[in-house]
């Protein structure tokens, strides 16, 4: 079914659809994809996919008949269970969690940094049907871990999560995406950053492979705010992380990393884009990828340096192991600084495995399986030690030994 027939017979259970101006906004979506008024072949958004899968198929919702679980076991830690992209109403004196409102709108479609020509954006924005709102109250410190759970088989998600961590407070954020159905969700997640606060993003994506993830976020930082984001894509099925940070008040930091471990015919598409609004702000910039077999990946990184943010740092790395000759990873790393007192770095490296280090260590008596196991992990080693949840580091290093078990 085309975008204008699903819209149609569906828009009663979209939200928002009673608001005249996000009708008329939706309208103007739907004729962009009616007309097929994009350009496909330069569209980052659209690399190594076959866009007809997307736009062209039968949308199907369930409001789950489970209520998600909320528990605080334990002072200051708090576990979620998100059915379907729904998420129980909760409150207590540290956090507030509420279901999207109609007054909540502008909340979740002000972000300016999200490019305008991001189709699954578009989609998002099209059929949103579910998502939630969490606000970390002001100097709290806590920890969420979030499972985010697809019911059922042919189910089309579009989600919008809005977090909020107000000044002073501190969040540990754990989001796992482990579906073994034929569905898809396309997430935005909107976060916002007040003064000195800190929020530090895990997440965990380990679907099946007819289970399709997009996710997008978008993160403003105001003053003296950090927020961290470490994606690990284990999934069989298609996934694409595309991440937006804003630096809007000065020394404010972004860090965005990811790890993606490939194979078979899988595919990735990863993006990340940091602007710098303000003098003295830092972001980070690095993502690595493990490919095996016929899999593909790609990975855009962009640092936009404004004017006024002198004093700016901003570093970009990008790296890739191709473990066949069939796989390929294409990497473009951007720059575009109109401030003078700034120091940016960018660089990128993508190829097989070395041989001289596989020769070394299949000298010493080990096996060329072996050998490859001990490189692969020295390859993201840095990336694993640095985690500091002892929770996160031994979930991660189960799934990396049950990648590397099948890399032969």
């Known amino acids: 079914m085309n975008i204008q027939d699903n819209y149609l017979k569906n828009r009663k259970n979209i939200f928002f659809s009673q608001n005249k101006d996000i009708q008329n906004h939706r309208e103007k979506l739907i004729n962009i994809f009616e007309n097929d008024s994009f350009d496909k072949k330069n569209n980052e958004s659209l690399k190594n996919i076959n866009l007809k899968n997307f736009i062209d198929f039968k949308y199907k919702y369930l409001i789950p008949e489970e209520t998600s679980v909320i528990n605080n076991n334990h002072e200051n830690i708090y576990s979620i269970v998100s059915v379907n992209g729904q998420c129980s109403s909760f409150k207590d004196d540290k956090i507030e969690i509420t279901k999207i409102l109609d007054e909540d709108y502008n909340d979740f479609s002000e972000n300016n940094t999200i490019e305008k ?51 002073g407070s501190s969040l540990n954020l754990i989001e796992e995406y482990e579906n073994k159905n034929n569905s898809t969700s396309n997430i935005l997640n909107v976060i916002k950053l007040e003064k000195n606060s800190q929020l530090n993003h895990f997440l965990i994506q380990d679907n099946s492979l007819n289970h399709n993830l997009i996710i997008t976020s978008h993160s403003s930082c105001k003053k003296d705010s950090h927020y961290t984001q470490k994606v690990y894509n284990f999934s069989e099925g298609y996934v694409r992380n595309f991440h937006y940070s804003e630096l809007i008040e000065t020394n404010s930091e972004a860090d965005l990393q990811g790890i993606f471990f490939l194979k078979d015919n899988n595919i990735s598409n990863n993006k990340t884009f940091v602007s710098h609004l303000a003098e003295g702000c830092k972001s980070n910039q690095v993502y690595k990828g493990i490919l095996n077999d016929r899999a593909k990946a790609t990975y855009f990184s962009n640092t936009h340096v404004d004017q006024v943010a002198q004093k700016t740092e901003g570093y970009q790395l990008s790296k890739g192991i191709l473990l066949s000759d069939n796989a390929s990873y294409f990497s473009k790393p951007e720059l575009k600084i109109y401030a003078d007192d700034v120091k940016c770095s960018h660089g990128s490296t993508i190829g097989p495995i070395d041989e001289n280090a596989i020769f070394y260590l299949r000298s010493r008596g080990m096996s060329k399986i072996a050998a490859t196991k001990i490189l692969i992990s020295s390859f993201i080693n840095e990336e694993l030690s640095s985690i500091d949840d002892d929770q996160m580091a031994e979930i991660i290093q189960k799934k990396l030994v049950r990648y590397l078990s099948k890399v032969k």
């Open 117 to 167: 020509n991001d189709h699954f954006v578009n989609l998002n924005s099209l059929f949103l049907n579910s998502g939630f709102k969490i606000v970390i109250k002001k100097n709290n410190n806590i920890k969420i871990k979030i499972s985010n759970i697809v019911t059922d088989d042919g189910l089309t998600i579009f989600q919008k999560n809005n977090y909020i961590c107000e000044e």
